[in-house]
């Protein structure tokens, strides 16, 4: 059974920064792809940030410059460091895995509430 567990999630005024977390768990081969979903509301789900084994990122062009997303194989963790965040970033924040475990397959977390106020 893989689990990914998201923290670091809350309420910051514009201007702030947030770091999110995401640990993977459970009987893991090896983690292809890692990274971030946000969802807002009346809007469809859409990537903010991925990072591969290697370490090689992808970030929206929205959050450029302002997210980070970095990674630690050995604790098969994922983070998205979020500053300048702005009202429009507010947003449930999903963390994503592309999972060897009994087969391959794509694993979510359950979601982190991020709000950022004006």
């Known amino acids: 059974q893989v689990q990914l567990v998201e923290s670091g999630g809350g309420l910051v005024q514009a201007g702030g920064s947030l770091r999110l977390s995401c640990v993977a768990s459970?009987?893991?081969?090896?983690?292809?792809?890692m990274g971030w979903h946000r969802q807002a509301p009346g809007k469809q789900r859409e990537l903010v940030a991925a990072?591969?084994?290697?370490?090689?990122?992808n970030l929206a062009a929205s959050v450029k410059g302002r997210f980070t997303i970095s990674r630690d194989n050995a604790k098969n963790t994922v983070y998205l460091q979020m500053n300048s965040l702005e009202p429009e970033d507010t947003a449930v924040y999903y963390c994503?895995?592309?999972?060897?475990?009994?087969?391959?397959?794509?694993?979510w977390g359950q979601g982190t509430q991020v709000t950022v106020s004006s």
């Open positions: 994503y895995a592309h999972i060897w475990a009994m087969g391959a397959a794509d694993y």
């Open positions: 459970g009987s893991i081969f090896s983690i292809n792809v």
């Open positions: 990072i591969s084994s290697g370490g090689v990122t």
